[in-house]
């Protein structure tokens, strides 16, 4: 998928995250599919999903841009958000028009730079997409020179050096936006429609939001938390 034609079909919508992880009850059900259905029938854009078996589910399942990653830890590297090549094969072989990919300063799994990953993304895979998932606007700019297509404030808080909010990083978010002269997908802490409006209102292309949505065990805790504090 070109990037004008990504951007054109994500422009000022919602992408939903429909992951879970290895330790959560919707792991390995079968339920990311039928997940992405129904935030489709609500009006979702894209889908951000997680290994190759669901994505591939996924793109079976509903017609729309779908964002791709593998987690996967490796030793000696904090970076686990589609750290090697390795897992960028993964998605591109699963169908996923767009990778995203840890663009933090952290030391990669074997010490590959992020220059060279993108260098070897942009060869092997020519129509593959290349999201940066950054915690910082150094980080975004980067990535930009670098060449990707989108960059995106996901790992904001969830790097020692950035922010430790329990809110959206608004003050990135329109950062990158000024400054990297990529789009610039919001993600991270969005658990509002009134946090998702801001973003699009401060210029980003789209929103991802992930476990306001489709994480029954975060948003039960909320409630119950605040039923709680009452």
């Not at 998928?1 to 992951?19: A, D, H, P, W, Y």
């Not at 669901?54 to 996967?72: F, N, Q, S, T, Y």
């Not at 699009?200 to 789209?206: D, E, H, P």
Request: proline share 6%; hydrophobic share 45%; charged share 25%.
């Amino acid at each position: 998928m070109e990037n004008g034609t990504f951007i054109q079909k994500i422009r000022g919508g919602l992408i939903v995250s429909c992951q879970a992880l290895d330790d959560e009850p919707l792991y390995g059900t079968g339920m990311m599919p039928l997940m992405a259905r129904a935030v489709a029938i609500g009006g979702a854009v894209g889908i951000r999903a997680n290994g190759a078996d669901d994505i591939r589910k996924i793109k079976a399942e509903v017609a729309m841009p779908l964002i791709g990653i593998v987690k996967r830890n490796y030793a000696g590297s904090p970076v686990y958000i589609t750290p090697t090549f390795k897992e960028v094969e993964e998605v591109a072989h699963a169908g996923a028009d767009v990778v995203a990919l840890d663009a933090t300063s952290r030391t990669r799994p074997g010490g590959e730079t992020l220059e060279a990953l993108v260098r070897r993304i942009r060869a092997a895979f020519p129509e593959l997409l290349i999201m940066a998932d950054v915690s910082t606007l150094e980080e975004g700019l980067t990535a930009a020179g670098l060449g990707v297509d989108v960059v995106a404030s996901t790992l904001s808080g969830y790097t020692p050096y950035s922010p430790q909010r329990t809110e959206p990083d608004f003050a990135l978010i329109e950062s990158l936006v000024r400054n990297t002269g990529k789009p610039v997908i919001a993600e991270g802490r969005i658990h509002t429609p009134d946090e998702a409006l801001r973003c699009i209102q401060l210029g980003c292309v789209a929103v991802v939001v992930g476990s306001a949505i489709t994480r029954p065990q975060e948003i039960t805790r909320l409630f119950v938390e605040k039923m709680r504090d009452f």
